[in-house]
């Protein structure tokens, strides 16, 4: 089986990443591509940069492959002002427009996990509330949710690990979808 990690955010110090690291270490051998947001730059939407043979850019085609060639998504996203990031947004919007999407959507009914964490007491809820009542949409069929809240209490900025009681639940997380696939 082969799962797309994305992590939504475009930060080199990201805190969803480092989950998200955590994430595939529990794919138990299933093969996988890592990404993040920072792998995928695009100009901000308009419709003025569509059509009159204005290229469809590369870095949506490119997202768009990841999800179609994947079985299983696993999506770790921060949470800006309550709402997903607008990059990943971006992302989405650029994605929708593709001319051959045809009847497909953005994530093409493929199975996703999503997961939050921030350093905030409600570990990114009010985005996963959004984000799971928006993405079914997209075409994404979330199978289970994780929020992580107040990271730095369970992270060793040293060692550059989670703590025991964060790689348990995100250990069971994975396996929780993995036997849902
Ligand atoms: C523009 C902006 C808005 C933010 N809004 C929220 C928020 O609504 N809720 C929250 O818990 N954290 C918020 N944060 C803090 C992020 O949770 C924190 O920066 C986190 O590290 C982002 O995840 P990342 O490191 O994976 O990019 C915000 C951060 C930024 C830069």
Not at 10 to 28: F, T, Y
Not at 75 to 102: I, Q
Request: hydrophobic share 40%.
């Amino acid at each position: 089986m082969k799962v797309f990690a994305f992590c939504a955010s475009n930060s080199s110090k990201s805190i969803n990443k480092i989950l998200l690291k955590e994430c595939v270490q529990h794919l138990n051998g299933n093969d996988f591509t890592f990404k993040t947001m920072a792998d995928f730059d695009l100009p901000v939407f308009s419709q003025d940069l569509e059509g009159d043979g204005q290229p469809y850019p590369a870095a949506a085609l490119e997202f768009l492959q990841h999800v179609q060639d994947s079985d299983a998504i696993i999506l770790a996203t921060p949470e800006h002002n309550s709402s997903m990031p607008a990059a990943f947004k971006n992302l989405v919007d650029w994605c929708s427009r593709y001319p051959d999407l045809g009847k497909n959507k953005v994530f093409h009914d493929k199975p996703l996990c999503l997961l939050s964490t921030s350093p905030g007491k409600r570990g990114g809820m009010n985005n996963l509330e959004h984000l799971s009542s928006i993405m079914p949409w997209w075409g994404a069929d979330i199978k289970n949710t994780l929020s992580v809240p107040s990271f730095y209490e369970h992270f060793d900025k040293e060692s550059g690990r989670l703590d025991d009681e964060t790689r348990a639940k995100v250990k069971n997380l994975v396996s929780e979808f993995l036997a849902a696939l």
